[in-house]
C-alpha cells in the first residue's frame, strides 16, 4: 500500500523525453515560428506541496518528500528568481485537500497569474494509480486523505489538469511529478515512493496543451526511488544539480540531459536490477526555456488577495500566525530584523553565517523587571505560547538556561513548528553544554525555517 509521487511545477519547456526500453532521450523539439511565443515572462509564480507524514497512520510515511520540497524553494527563491512571496509552500498538515484546491485555485494562482507569466506546481506526496479507482482516475494524497476513500477525500488527478487549463491564465506551465513505482515492487518497500499501483503514471496521458509540459521522475513501468546516499529523492537531488549545471542560464533541455544521466546511473548501482528513468512530456512551442529566467515585470500582490490567504508553511516556520508567507510574513520577520541588536544585524540578515549570543534573543534595559512583567502577562495569557516564548527569552539574557529550556519545550509542545523555538533552545543546550542536543535542535531550527544561514555558530 505505498506509491509515491512528487514534484508538479509549471514552466515553459520545449525538449521531450522519449523513453525507449532504459535509454533516455529529450531531443524532441517543437520549435514555433510565431515571435509572439517568445515573449518576455512578464512575472513567475510556484505553488509546492510536500507531504511526508499523513494524519491517517494506514498511510505510510515517506523520509524526504517535505525536505525535497523545502529544497526545491530554496533553488527558486535563492537561485530561480523567484520572489519569495510568489512562492507558497505546503508542508505535512498544511496540505489538506482543500487548502492545495484553493492555492490552485480561486486565493492563489487563479488571480495573480497572468497570461505572459510562468508557473511552477511542485508535489512531493503519495499518489494513486488508476487501476486503484477502476474508473482510469488518478489521486494524489494530501495530508487529510483517507486510502480507501480516495474519490472522496484525494486530489484527482484530472482534476489538477483542468484548472490548470480552465483556472490559470499563464501561457507557460511545467508540472514536475516524482511519481513512483511500478505494480511489481512490494508495497512495504521503506524506500521506495508511492502507493501500490500497477503501473506508474504516464506523461502522455497527462499532457495539457501547448506551453505546458509535465516532468515524472520515472518511466510507467518503473519505480522512483529515496536516496541511500543523501536525504533527498534522487529526482529531486539531480534535477536541482540538472538545473545548475552550466549556471542560471541552464535550459531545462540540457538539466534534463543531466539529471536523467545521473538518476539512472545512481539508481543502477545502488539497486541492482532496478531502472529508473525520467520522462518529459511537451507540446511547447518557441525558444527553450529557462527556469531562473528574470521577470521582466514582477508585480506586487494586491492587499486585498493577501488579506485572503491563510499563512502558508514558510510563514508559520517564521513564527507567522496570518498573512502572506512570503509577503506579509516578511514584514514582521524585517520588523524583527530592526529591533534585532545592532551587533546581531548583520548576522541575522546574512544568507552565508549567523552567531548566535544572548542578544539575539534579548537585550533590555533591566532583565529582572522585564521578566518580572513577562510572567505577569503571561499569567494573564496563559494560552497565549508567545507569552511564554517571551519569558523564556528573558531568561536567556538572565543566564537561567534550565529556567528558558524548560519554557522552550513546554512552548514547543503547544507549536511543534516554530523554528525560533527551536533556534532558542540551541543556545541553552549549549551554554549547559549539552551540545549534542544543541546541534540536534540547530537541525530543527533549519529545517523548520530553510531561509536561515546554514552556516551557524554558538558565542557568548
Given at each position: ?377 503571561g499569567d494573564a495569557n496563559f494560552n497565549n505560547v508567545e507569552f511564554l516564548f517571551n519569558k523564556a527569552k528573558i531568561n536567556i539574557q538572565r543566564q537561567k538556561w534550565s529556567a528558558a529550556e524548560q519554557q522552550l519545550k513546554n512552548a514547543l509542545i503547544d507549536d511543534p513548528n ?43
Open positions: 500500500m505505498t506509491k509515491k509521487w512528487k514534484q508538479l511545477g509549471i514552466t515553459l519547456l520545449l525538449s521531450i523525453c522519449v523513453t525507449v526500453g532504459n535509454a533516455c532521450t529529450s531531443r524532441v523539439f517543437a520549435q514555433g515560428q510565431d515571435q509572439d511565443l517568445n515573449k518576455p515572462v512578464r512575472d513567475k509564480w510556484a505553488l509546492i506541496v510536500g507531504i511526508s507524514k499523513f494524519k491517517n497512520s494506514n498511510v505510510p510515511s515517506l523520509k524526504f518528500a517535505s525536505k525535497d520540497a523545502l529544497d526545491f524553494y530554496n533553488y527558486l527563491i535563492k537561485e530561480g528568481n523567484f520572489k519569495p512571496d510568489h512562492v507558497r509552500v505546503l508542508l505535512d498538515e498544511q496540505a489538506t485537500r482543500q487548502r492545495i484546491m484553493s492555492e490552485l485555485g480561486n486565493k492563489f494562482l487563479h488571480p495573480l497569474a497572468k497570461k505572459d507569466d510562468l508557473v511552477v506546481l511542485y508535489f512531493s506526496t503519495h499518489g494513486s494509480p488508476a487501476q486503484l479507482d477502476g474508473e482510469g482516475k488518478n489521486f494524489l494524497v494530501a495530508y487529510d486523505s483517507e486510502p480507501d476513500e480516495l474519490w472522496a477525500s484525494g486530489i484527482e488527478m484530472q482534476q489538477i489538469l483542468e484548472n490548470v487549463n480552465s483556472r490559470i491564465h499563464a501561457d507557460r506551465a511545467l508540472l514536475v511529478l516524482d511519481a513512483c513505482h511500478s505494480g511489481n515492487i512490494n508495497p512495504n518497500t521503506k524506500d521506495g515512493k508511492g502507493l501500490y499501483r500497477a503501473a506508474n503514471i504516464d506523461p502522455n496521458a497527462m499532457t495539457l496543451g501547448t506551453g505546458k509540459m509535465v516532468l515524472c521522475s520515472s518511466s510507467p513501468e518503473e519505480a522512483s526511488w529515496e536516496s541511500k546516499r543523501y536525504q533527498n529523492g534522487v529526482f529531486t537531488r539531480n534535477l536541482l544539480e540538472g538545473l545548475r549545471a552550466k549556471g542560471a542560464n541552464t535550459p531545462m533541455s540540457d538539466a534534463f540531459d543531466v539529471m536523467c544521466s545521473n538518476i539512472s546511473n545512481e539508481v543502477q548501482e545502488d539497486r541492482p536490477g532496478v531502472r529508473q528513468t525520467p520522462a518529459l512530456n511537451s507540446k511547447w512551442q518557441g525558444n527553450g526555456m529557462i527556469l531562473a529566467v528574470r521577470p521582466a515585470a514582477p508585480q506586487l500582490i494586491p492587499q486585498t488577495v493577501s488579506d485572503l490567504l491563510p499563512p502558508d508553511s514558510i510563514a508559520i516556520m517564521r513564527g507567522g500566525k496570518s498573512g502572506v508567507g512570503g509577503q506579509n510574513n516578511n514584514v514582521a520577520f524585517a520588523t524583527r530584523l530592526s529591533n534585532a541588536p545592532s551587533d546581531q544585524k548583520t548576522n541575522l540578515a546574512s544568507p552565508q553565517k549567523l552567531v548566535l549570543t544572548w542578544k539575539y534573543f534579548s537585550n533590555v534595559e533591566n532583565p529582572d523587571k522585564a521578566y518580572t512583567s513577562a510572567c505577569e502577562a516554530r523554528w525560533d523555538f527551536y533556534l532558542a533552545r540551541a543556545y541553552c543546550y549549549y551554554k549547559m553544554k549539552r551540545n549534542a542536543l544543541a546541534m540536534s535542535d540547530l537541525e530543527n531550527a533549519k529545517f523548520k525555517n530553510p531561509t536561515l544561514p546554514r552556516d551557524i555558530e554558538f558565542g557568548d
